[in-house]
């Protein structure tokens, strides 16, 4: 089972990180002063505490399609069943998959309670994907939490494909999670079938997702 500590600590991350929506896209001339400037602007938009639920989703919406690659991201997460789905359960899917994430999200943003984020380092994994490093500072004292957040240099600029917390990825988790759906319900239709039916009853928990790790 994913360990409840790492899923808040996860929640938490990408929520930080799709705090800054509606700032303005996160700039940067640099992977690590593109995760800074995103950083330092959900800090900013978390001091704000009259926006709304909704105004939070407006904002995480505009985030993703700004700084996450989210047709990346819906890619992968499929896995070997992007390649055996029609062209529209794949489209259908990227539609439900953003608006998934942002409920989820935009839902538990309360479980912000003061935490900083601290950049540590980097380190280039490709020519255009580079792994910045960082802690997550808790008030109440607790040990530093380990983020690194994968960063992918695309159109001029940078965009987030995942986010690792302790070792945990948020992309592989989802795709174990997803994965698991497809086997119950047999194919994407199904599994968009599934999402149709979660979103509309408020629903954003699929299953108690695995802790996915990378080699």
């Known amino acids: 089972m994913f360990p409840r500590r790492l899923l808040r600590l996860l929640i938490l991350v990408v ?7 509606g700032l ?10 593109f995760i800074n400037e995103l950083v330092d602007q959900a800090l900013k938009a978390l001091d704000n505490k009259q926006l709304s639920t909704e105004d939070r989703a ?5 985030l993703l399609d700004q700084d996450f690659d989210m047709t990346r991201i ?15 359960d794949r489209q259908r899917f990227q539609m439900l998959f ?13 479980d912000y309670s003061g935490e900083k984020v601290k950049i540590t380092g980097s380190r280039p994994e490709s020519e255009t994907s580079t792994l910045v490093q960082s802690q997550i500072i808790r008030p109440d004292g ?7 957040w994968r960063v992918r240099k ?23 999670e997803f994965s698991s759906v497809i086997q119950r319900s047999g194919g994407l239709a199904g599994l968009n079938k599934t999402l149709e039916q979660k979103l509309a009853s408020g629903d954003t928990t699929l299953a108690a997702p695995p802790g996915a790790k990378r080699d």
Request: aromatic content about 10%.
């Open 15 to 21: 929520g930080l990180s799709l705090a800054a929506g």
């Open 24 to 33: 303005g896209k996160a700039a940067g001339s640099d992977p690590v002063g």
């Open 58 to 62: 407006r904002q995480f919406r505009e």
């Open 74 to 88: 819906a890619h992968f997460v499929l896995g070997r069943y992007w390649k055996e789905a029609s062209e529209q």
């Open 98 to 110: 953003e608006e998934y994430v942002v409920r989820a999200y935009a839902q538990r943003f309360s």
């Open 142 to 148: 607790a040990p530093p939490a380990k983020v690194d």
């Open 154 to 176: 695309a159109d001029g600029g940078f965009k987030i494909v995942d986010v690792d917390v302790e070792g945990v990825s948020m992309v592989l988790t989802q795709r174990e």
